[in-house]
């Protein structure tokens, strides 16, 4: 099987920044698309980054020019730098990765990690 194991959340104030990783562990043999989701209390959870396995990207307006999503293919490991974090960014934040082990391609999310703008 294959597991996504998030780290990084916290408590930043606002404008701060933060760093998550997700790294995938298991059977695999290659990893297409990755991407962020990010849920809200009473909303539901959306996608706002994503990057191909070749490295494009694509970001919700509300977090482009401020979240950086990136990904080391060696590692199974996709980033996600967050700068300028507004009042508005708390949720719990989800990985999510299209994975490729033994003969099976499916869908795999992390745990999730919490993070909180409050000054």
């Known amino acids: 099987q294959v597991q996504l194991v998030e780290s990084g959340g916290g408590l930043v104030q606002p404008g701060g920044s933060l760093r998550l990783s997700c790294a995938a562990a298991?059977?695999?043999?290659?990893?297409?698309?990755m991407g962020w989701y990010r849920q809200a209390p009473g909303k539901q959870r959306g996608l706002f980054a994503r990057i191909t396995r070749g490295g494009s990207t694509n970001y919700a307006d509300s977090v482009k020019g401020r979240f950086t999503v990136s990904r080391d293919n060696a590692k199974n490991t996709v980033y996600l730098q967050m700068n300028s974090l507004r009042p508005e960014d708390p949720a719990v934040y989800y990985c999510?990765?299209?994975?490729?082990?033994?003969?099976?391609?499916?869908?795999?999310w992390g745990q999730g990690t919490q993070v909180t703008v409050s000054s």
């Open positions: 999510n990765a299209d994975v490729l082990f033994l003969s099976n391609l499916d869908e795999f």
């Open positions: 298991g059977s695999i043999v290659s990893i297409n698309n």
